[in-house]
């Protein structure tokens, strides 16, 4: 006979900070942040021969796609269920007003700073970075002497200006130090060292910069920001943090051939099916591997190697284009494998406390990674969309029964614990005054 347990849990007291407060564990940052939205291809854009100039300038943000970001457009984002939003920043590449001594543009600056304001405006979490910008880190991780000493010296002047800017914002924002920082495919020592150097300096720079910013949530990242490399070279390597108050980010795109791959090769076929439940017989462009059990497979790892020792891990980027079906082939079962990879992505991610966040990068056309046409507010790809939500909806089930303590009975609470408002809430099951509750229009 099988025995039946129920499942009690008693959640700590969950309060909201106020502007200017710190009062969240790094824990429960990450408990409130799934699932996230990357405004991709936006502040990150520009064009590498202007690295260490003021040329970007602001047309920069609309170099890569065509809207400008708007409250309207983060509110937008907020209402299709998503309580994070990772904003990918250039700082070398196009907006350095001096480069003797790396100072970033005002202006530039100050967009920035009024786009992280409009997802606070929004109560979302919010993480800026250090991404790509015309690749003066990210391509150079491995090189030492005068070229690590320089880079060393810029990456330090730009979180210390950084930092400042946004010293006083409360836990609801959070800085990553890099991207992807590049590294071979069987990293030397010498560039796991490196990567671990730059990290380093990073979070010291920020917490010695005053203000909220001794106890705010930083993400470092692992080599090449793979699952695979992060918890083979970095597992045990992790920068030290004098607060504890760290995440560990990694990407996951693949298989490649799903992803990212645009037409067929000598060495294999373009996937267009993922998914056990989606093969088409006698196509040629079925996945043959890397699906289902290979996800479970990828974040178990990383959740052994960061999650369970208190690192929670922030998959800053995931995703897959989606593609116009060529004759012979079928769109139904395409869409329904789009559908079911984003929903197994953010479902196990979630399962795991793990924080997925979507890659959008507002190009409406095919094939493209686009969730949301900011253009129109409105869902550009619902096979993605409907996908993200059912991979919430199925993270949130199984929990029995839960003991609340210190809270209002009106006090209303989704299955990950995280405290909700009436906005906030969505087809699904909550919990109030200790009992489950169904909302369903």
Request: net charge negative.
């Amino acid at each position: 006979m099988t025995a039946v347990a129920l499942l009690f849990i008693q959640y700590p007291l969950l309060t909201v900070s106020a502007q200017g407060k710190m009062e969240l564990t790094v824990q429960e940052v990450a408990a409130r942040m799934a699932p996230g939205w990357n405004l991709g291809n936006t502040l990150e854009a520009g064009d590498n021969a202007y690295n260490f100039t003021n040329r970007g300038g602001l047309a920069a943000e609309t170099s890569w796609q065509d809207t400008k970001t708007t409250q309207d457009i983060i509110d937008y984002v907020k209402s299709q269920g998503f309580r994070s939003i990772r904003i990918p920043c250039a700082w070398v590449m196009g907006h350095i007003s001096d480069k003797q001594t790396n100072t970033i543009d005002k202006q530039w600056m100050a967009r920035v700073k009024e786009i992280v304001d409009y997802c606070i405006n929004a109560d979302l979490y919010v993480v800026i970075n250090q991404h790509w910008d015309g690749g003066w880190l990210e391509n150079n991780i491995d090189k030492t002497g005068d070229t690590k000493n320089n880079n060393m010296k810029i990456l330090k002047d730009c979180w210390t200006q950084i930092a400042d800017v946004f010293k006083d914002y409360d836990e609801r924002l959070l800085f990553a130090g890099l991207n992807e920082p590049n590294s071979e495919d069987n990293p030397k020592a010498t560039t796991i060292q490196n990567l671990i150097d730059y990290e380093q300096a990073f979070i010291d720079v920020v917490r010695a910069s005053g203000g909220n910013n001794s106890k705010r949530v930083l993400i470092v990242q692992g080599p090449s920001t793979d699952p695979e490399k992060t918890c083979k070279h970095f597992a045990d390597k992790i920068p030290t943090d004098p607060e504890n108050r760290l995440m560990v980010e990694v990407h996951y795109y693949a298989p490649w051939q799903w992803w990212g791959m645009e037409k067929d090769e000598s060495w294999g076929k373009v996937f267009y099916y993922w998914g056990k439940d989606n093969h088409v017989s006698g196509s040629q462009h079925n996945a043959t591997h890397s699906e289902e059990d290979f996800v479970e497979e990828v974040l178990e790892k990383m959740k052994k190697n960061f999650v369970d020792k208190g690192y929670p891990v922030y998959i800053g980027e995931f995703g897959a284009n989606w593609r116009k079906m060529p004759a012979g082939e079928s769109q139904e079962k395409h869409d329904a494998s789009i559908k079911w990879h984003y929903q197994v992505v953010v479902q196990k991610a979630m399962e795991k406390g793990m924080i997925p966040v979507i890659w959008d990068t507002n190009y409406r056309g095919a094939p493209s990674m686009t969730v949301i046409n900011r253009k129109d507010l409105s869902v550009y790809n619902p096979s993605m969309m409907d996908g993200i939500k059912a991979g919430v909806k199925a993270a949130s089930t199984g929990i029995s029964s839960i003991t609340l303590d210190k809270f209002s009975s009106n006090t209303i609470f989704d299955l990950h614990g995280r405290k909700m408002d009436n906005a906030q809430l969505q087809n699904g099951v909550y919990i109030q005054n200790g009992r489950k509750w169904i909302k369903k229009d």
